[in-house]
Structure formats: structure tokens, C-alpha cells
């Protein structure tokens, strides 16, 4: 399997501002994640969103996914300093089993 | 969701030695799966653990480098055998709850002198 790619891979922003990442992967899937990890600990499960879905929201997050182009974006909305963090898409790769195959990342740096 | 923990949080390891890391599940799954994350890198599958089965490992994993046990539907262990200066990363179990949903541990931070 061969990981998506993410980009950016950093992204620098102020309070209060909309942050936007972008997620690419190569194979067809039933599913995409995305996750959340805080300077390399666990990871944060934060939506997820199926191959038949086009769009999706969770609190100030906002999610596509266009198949025909195999991408996904993830939008914040009104960052916080708490968003500041890692940000990967994972996907299936539409095997069935639920093994995961990341994004390459984006780190994210909200200032106050 | 579920409490997933791991132990030790960290470690720091002299290299021709192995360190086994446990990961425990406050309910019973069917599923556990093992990552590793290098340093600034993203998240790699080692294997998948199924209770009662042996684990099945991905391509560039072997079982002689990571044994896996799975002794029961709440608990897993992963051993990094022989460890040199590359196997230093962060070791994450996952488990599947919600459908199609994973869930990970807080990761375990191995350092390898």
C-alpha cells in the first residue's frame, strides 16, 4: 500500500482564522479519516466520512471528499491555539478490513 | 468509545535488546492493531492481532523483529526483538469500536541508544 499524500505540510495561522487541509490517497476506499495527534501522542479520532458522502461537519470541522478525484479536505474553522497540532487523513483502501493507511500529515500552528 | 492504554509511556533501550510493549482495552474487541510512527513520519501498520489467531503481519514486518500475543479480547503485547538506533519511534495500538472507526492508544515513545 503507498501512503496519501497531505499538504500542506505546515501550515501557520493566526486565532480565529479558517485552517484548510487537503488529503490525496491513490486506491478506492469505503471510508476516509481524519485523526488529530498533539505532539506525538495518540491520535484523536476526529470524523470520518464514506465513500457515498459527500460532505460532512462536526462541531467547527468540515469535511469533502470527491472520489472522482480521490481527495479530501478538512476545514477548522475560527482556529483555536488548542487546534495546534498534527493533522492526517487515513483511508481503507476499500479492502474491507480496517487497516489503515495514513497520510503523510499536516502540522498545524495556530498563534494567539 | 474506550480507555486504551499502553505501558511503558516511554522508554530508553540499549540497542541487541527488546522491550515489550502491553496495551490494554477497558472492553472486549475483536480487532487490535499495531503502528509505527518514526520521527516526523506518519503512521505505519505493523499488524493486525486477532484474539486466537496469530497475527497477520504487513509487507517489511516480520514476526522474528515483532512477536505479538493476544491473549485475550482486552489485552495485547508487542515486543520490538533485537532493537537497534532505526526501530526508535512511537509504537501506537488501535482498536476497532464504532463500525469502521479506529481508536488509539496514547503510543508508547521508544528511544534506542
Known amino acids: 500500500s503507498q501512503q496519501g499524500e497531505e499538504d500542506p505540510q505546515a501550515l501557520s495561522i493566526q486565532e480565529g482564522e479558517n485552517a484548510t487541509m487537503n488529503c490525496s490517497y491513490k486506491?478506492?476506499?469505503?471510508?476516509l479519516q481524519w485523526y488529530r495527534q498533539n505532539s506525538g501522542r495518540g491520535l484523536v479520532h476526529l470524523i470520518l466520512?464514506?465513500?457515498?458522502?459527500r460532505e460532512k461537519h462536526s462541531g467547527r470541522l468540515r469535511v469533502t471528499l470527491d472520489t472522482s478525484k480521490k481527495s479530501s479536505s478538512l476545514l477548522i474553522t475560527a482556529s483555536r491555539a488548542a487546534d495546534t497540532a498534527s493533522y492526517f487523513c487515513?483511508?481503507?483502501?476499500?479492502?474491507?478490513?480496517?487497516?489503515?493507511?495514513f497520510g503523510t500529515g499536516t502540522r498545524l500552528l495556530v498563534s494567539p | 468509545s474506550a480507555v486504551i492504554s499502553q505501558k511503558p509511556s516511554r522508554d530508553i533501550c540499549q540497542r541487541g535488546t527488546s522491550l515489550t510493549i502491553q496495551c490494554q482495552v477497558d472492553s472486549q474487541v475483536t480487532m487490535m492493531f499495531w503502528y509505527r510512527q518514526q520521527p516526523g513520519q506518519s503512521l505505519t501498520l505493523i499488524a493486525t492481532a486477532n484474539q486466537g489467531s496469530e497475527a497477520t503481519y504487513e509487507s517489511g514486518f516480520v514476526i522474528d523483529k515483532f512477536p505479538i500475543s493476544r491473549p485475550n479480547l482486552t489485552f495485547s503485547t508487542l515486543t520490538v526483538s533485537n532493537m537497534s538506533p532505526e526501530d526508535s519511534s512511537i509504537y501506537l495500538c488501535s482498536v476497532e469500536l464504532a463500525r469502521e472507526t479506529q481508536y488509539f492508544g496514547p503510543g508508547t515513545r521508544l528511544l534506542v541508544l
Open positions: 487515513a483511508t481503507d483502501e476499500g479492502t474491507g478490513f480496517q487497516k489503515l493507511v
Open positions: 486506491t478506492s476506499i469505503n471510508n
Open positions: 466520512i464514506r465513500s457515498n458522502e
